[in-house]
């Protein structure tokens, strides 16, 4: 039989002459394990997948390429050429004026764009509030809602003691988003009990069918350290990783403020950054272009991919999302135009003081005919006439 055509089909990416195992269809390392499969001369990788072909009779239908996604978030795509595992943990860390919330807000719209389920663990905002960041960046999260495609866990509305008072003072608006997102919210009655927010969360996605498919966004590990003891807060990040990303291939994106009471990088959340498998970090930067804040993104780690580690520039616009530019490249760009018309407007230069020889004054011949001869000129004048004598 023909090697990588053995029915299984061959590893993206992968020579099509090398050979593939029939049932896991990754490449054969090693001495290949070869038996008949319902009358089919077959080639394994191993024994445990030569049994477990005979046992099920079927191939697994995706090869585990299709464990990797791309987040599609500019400035994270761009750094991350060949994707990212489905079973990470990511943690956010960010500057406050970076945007934050605009990252996971498009985190959230690129996932819902390709038709996974999204659940949001909301700390910091009521459903309206969340609901109203999408539609500030131009995208309709309202039929994903009412379709239950894009669920929240709030954990902010507990602080409101008269909610009543909270929507008697709402606009129209706010009134008709809280009514659509109701449906789509479950709400934890008491966010500093761990065990409620882990199983809110738990039944969130299980009532989804959220493996390994989907993501979740959990706004603010900051404020999560504010409601629970520190070693609740690990615990929790901990129980969440292994229960979420790594028992459902469920990738969590969780985000940590810094500064302005959000502690540093020895303080949780930002200590736990050896348990996370990824770190993306957003900061101002104050020396690229006077009297202005760029803002940057990068991603530090991101176990299991390949990650190009550099800052990239972007900003925020409605109905696009992050866009990433070279700040420097745009400034010699906008002042070459200024150079140009400074130079449009100089005043001509002065003639040269050696002029051209093909140039200079006329010959003496032409100078002579139309001019009053000196000589005579000066007789005239010096020659007295007969009346004065």
């Not at 595992?85 to 406050?96: G, I, K, Q, T, Y």
């Not at 945007?99 to 807000?105: E, K």
């Not at 008697?168 to 479950?186: F, G, H, I, W």
């Amino acid at each position: 039989m023909s090697e990588g055509t053995d029915g299984a089909g061959s590893p993206p990416g992968d020579d099509e002459s090398a050979a593939s195992c029939a049932f896991c269809r990754l490449p054969i390392p090693d001495a290949a394990v070869e038996a008949t499969v319902d009358g089919t001369e077959r080639v394994f990788c191993s024994e445990a997948c030569r049994d477990r072909l005979t046992e099920t009779g079927e191939p697994l239908t995706e090869y585990h390429g299709h464990h990797l996604l791309q987040p599609g978030v500019s400035a994270l795509d761009a750094s991350l050429p060949q994707g990212f595992p489905r079973n990470a943990f990511v943690l956010v860390s960010s500057e406050a004026g970076t945007r934050d919330r605009a990252v996971g807000a498009e985190l959230v719209w690129r996932a819902l764009q390709r038709g996974e389920p999204v659940v949001l663990v909301s700390f910091q905002e009521p459903p309206s509030a969340v609901v109203q960041q999408f539609l500030t960046l131009d995208w309709n999260v309202l039929p994903y809602l009412e379709r239950d495609q894009f669920h929240i866990v709030d954990c902010f509305t507990y602080r409101l003691d008269d909610r009543d008072r909270l929507f008697e003072r709402m606009d129209e608006l706010n009134v008709y988003l809280s009514d659509v997102a109701r449906e789509a919210t479950t709400t934890v009655r008491d966010p500093s009990d761990i065990n409620e927010v882990g199983n809110k969360l738990d039944n969130a996605l299980e009532g989804r069918g959220m493996v390994d498919e989907g993501i979740v966004i959990v706004d603010s590990l900051t404020e999560l350290g504010t409601l629970v003891q520190p070693v609740q807060a690990y615990d929790f990040v901990k129980d969440v990783r292994a229960d979420v990303c790594k028992g459902r291939f469920v990738p969590v994106f969780a985000g940590a403020a810094l500064g302005g009471g959000g502690g540093g990088g020895d303080q949780f959340p930002h200590d736990l950054a050896y348990v996370m498998d990824g770190l993306v970090e957003l900061r101002l930067n104050d020396e690229i272009v006077p009297d202005a804040l760029i803002k940057q993104a990068r991603i530090r780690k991101l176990n299991g991919a390949l990650v190009v580690p550099e800052w990239r520039a972007y900003e925020y616009t409605a109905g696009t999302g992050m866009v990433t530019f070279d700040p420097k490249a745009q400034m010699a760009a906008e002042e070459e135009p200024a150079e140009e018309g400074e130079t449009a407007t100089e005043p001509p230069a002065e003639p040269a003081d050696e002029t051209d020889p093909e140039t200079e004054a006329p010959s003496s011949d032409a100078t002579a005919s139309k001019t009053t001869p000196v000589g005579d000129g000066a007789a005239a004048d010096s020659t007295p006439s007969p009346s004065d004598g």
